[in-house]
């Protein structure tokens, strides 16, 4: 299998975004790429939360979706949307964080709402309470992009290795993280936890990030979003196969699925899970002797 990952810098108008989305997504089919990947939040990224609402669409109504599954079945290309931010009409006003897996057909073949919310304090007084404005998914998701199983997840899913074990023993073959993840967690985690994933799990990993500053024109007294980049494909034993640096671009890294078997082989932890008591979640003294 052949598979392009999309490295993005979307800005807070998803209309002035698709162009370049578009553009990319055919420059990986034409490279080859018969599974093509893109990053979180591919149709919008935006500091304010108000002109989200205004611009924000529900599923069946949402223009960069519909775009998207045209161009799949124009390409005849697997398409996993890493996500798009989405109206839901839910009482809170919380959107959703929607993950879609697109068919050669145009047809939506599977979708996964991010299950793990970015609520989060950084250095400089930073933080993130992504609780606030999108509401957490409540299952995991493993789909089929023709034969292959794939186990969808986004962003700061990756920090949950319980996920992805339960992708893995569910017969996923490829894990995809979709993400925007942060410049200060991006350059200290971000690598190694791709990596630490694959190596759990033995599968390939293929990870499609945003990058570098996001425009705001709709939000000029906001600070704007910033993200690390480094779209990266793994394979089941935990090398970099590729690299998408701090640009935008495509990744494209063909993917010998036997890797997984071998790996899985040679360290069959999957299969070495042992029921176990403790510890304790209390706070008495215990007699451990």
Known sequence: MTAGLVQLTVGDDPRANLPATT??????????????????????????RAHQARMLMRQDDDPTLAALRALAAELGIWLQIGSLALATGDEDGRFANRGFLIAPDGAIAARYDKLHMFDVALDHGQTFRESAAYRPGDRAVLARAGMVPLGLSICYDLRFPALYRRLAQAGARVLTVPSAFHPQTGAAHWEVLLRARAIETGCF??????????????SPDRPPRRSHGHSLAVDPWGRVL??????????????????VDEARSRIPSLTHDRPFRGPETDDRPRDIS
């Open 205 to 218: 990993v293929l990870a499609a990030a945003q990058c570098g500053t996001h425009p705001a024109p709709h």
């Open 23 to 48: 553009a990319l997504i055919r420059e990986a089919a034409g490279r080859g790429a018969t599974l093509i990947l893109t990053p979180e939040a591919t149709n919008i990224l935006s500091p304010d």
């Open 242 to 259: 590729a690299d998408g640096g701090s640009a935008p671009g495509v990744v494209i890294v063909s993917l010998d699925l036997s890797a």
